[in-house]
């Protein structure tokens, strides 16, 4: 084969791999939350989030952290109503996805269904990481 070949083959099979991506785009992700690192304390997750933006409708987050036990800081997952709560860590109002004893093994999922910001934020130690701007995030699905 010379090399003109060579390389006409190389870049449709370049423009093949890009359409696969693409196309492999628009299908709904599964998103391990703060990658091999799980959801923690004392993280800044909005780097996360922007990193791994856009989030699509339909995409799936899981979360994942230890049980509680000696070693670990106990840890769990809220979702909070609007933005001025999930600011002030108001978490009167919000919803439990997961408690203390549910982010061990495989952690839980949370589907991105609906066209909305949701608000997830830790509630462990008085809100203290919540206040910190820390172990919390925003995700704004958009549609593919
Ligand atoms: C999201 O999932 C729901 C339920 O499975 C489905 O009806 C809907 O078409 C999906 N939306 C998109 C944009 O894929
Ligand atoms: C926690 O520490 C106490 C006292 O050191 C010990 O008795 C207990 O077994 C430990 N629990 C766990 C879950 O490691
Ligand atoms: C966490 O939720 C599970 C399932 O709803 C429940 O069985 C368990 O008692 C809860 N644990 C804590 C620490 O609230
Ligand atoms: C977290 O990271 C974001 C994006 O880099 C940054 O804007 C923000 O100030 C950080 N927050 C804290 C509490 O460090």
Redesign the pocket.
């Known amino acids: 084969m010379d090399s003109s070949r060579t390389r006409m083959l190389a870049q449709a099979v370049y423009v093949l791999l890009v359409i696969t991506c693409v196309a492999e785009g628009t299908e709904?992700r599964t998103i391990l939350v703060g990658d091999s690192q799980g959801w923690r304390a004392g993280t800044n997750y909005t780097q996360w989030a922007i990193q791994n933006s856009p989030f699509h409708?339909?995409d799936t987050l899981v979360f994942k952290y230890p049980p509680p036990g000696n070693s670990t800081v106990t840890q769990s997952v809220y979702l909070l109503p609007n933005l001025w709560s999930y600011i002030t860590c108001e978490f009167r109002g919000a919803k439990v996805l997961g408690n203390a004893s549910e982010g061990h093994d495989e952690g839980f999922k949370v589907e991105l269904?609906e066209l909305k910001s949701y608000y997830f934020a830790s509630a462990e130690g008085n809100s203290y990481d919540c206040l910190a701007g820390l172990t919390k995030f925003v995700a704004h699905p958009s549609?593919?």
Do not use: H
């Open positions: 709904p409708i339909n269904n549609t593919p």
